[in-house]
């Protein structure tokens, strides 16, 4: 088994109709996933996790597949999982991380953080009514030398208390929760939000570790 990473925004093409069948692994959320709203993946500007999740997924004879919006909210991730749970009905377990453009765009932290473990919620039950596993992931870090101090003491806060929330959330629902906050820095980043390549290779160990605890 030597095939790449799939990505919803190859659907139209002719392979995609009988490798979707295949997909074991469906990666959806925002661009720290994937951007196939982008177009071609020679447009999106940084890889992403689950290219190199099916790199380490290959010897476990797992299809991955990286489901991943730019821009998108949490409000919307249920759409996007109910559409991924049709198109890859033979998939066993769905990676889902949602929740930083949550933060950046509405001011009230606490009612922001209730209505993005809201809808994961929403999310996590719809998977396991398909009788599939979910993992979860927490917001990374923004890389701090490109902010000022205020905006990085922010960040910060903002970041510590949502973490808390859904760790809080994932151990009451028995639900797995990849930390990638704490495996990112500075040096990870390609600009200010967004993983470089070894970031990307660091979110897909992470999230491999858990993937394969539950296996």
Known sequence: MDEEVLRVVDADKPAFEEARLAVD????????????????????????????????????EL???????????SEYGLAHVKRYLGMFPNSRI???GFGTNDLGTW?????????VIHNLDGMVTAVREAEKQTILF?????REGSFPPTMVDDARRKRDYHNGRLREYCQQGNVPLVDIHCCLHDEHFGDELHPNRTGAEIIAGAVFET?????
């Open 25 to 60: 692994v469906v990666c959806a959320g925002d661009s720290i996933t994937g951007w196939n709203n982008f177009g071609s993946v020679w447009n999106w500007p940084y890889p992403t996790y689950p290219e190199f999740l099916q790199d380490l997924c290959r010897p476990l």
């Open 63 to 73: 299809r991955v597949v990286d489901g991943g919006i730019a821009g998108e909210l």
């Open 94 to 96: 769905f990676v889902i």
């Open 107 to 115: 001011p009230d932290l606490e009612r922001t953080s209730r209505e």
């Open 138 to 142: 927490n917001i990374p870090p923004v």
């Open 211 to 215: 993937l394969r605890s539950i296996m």
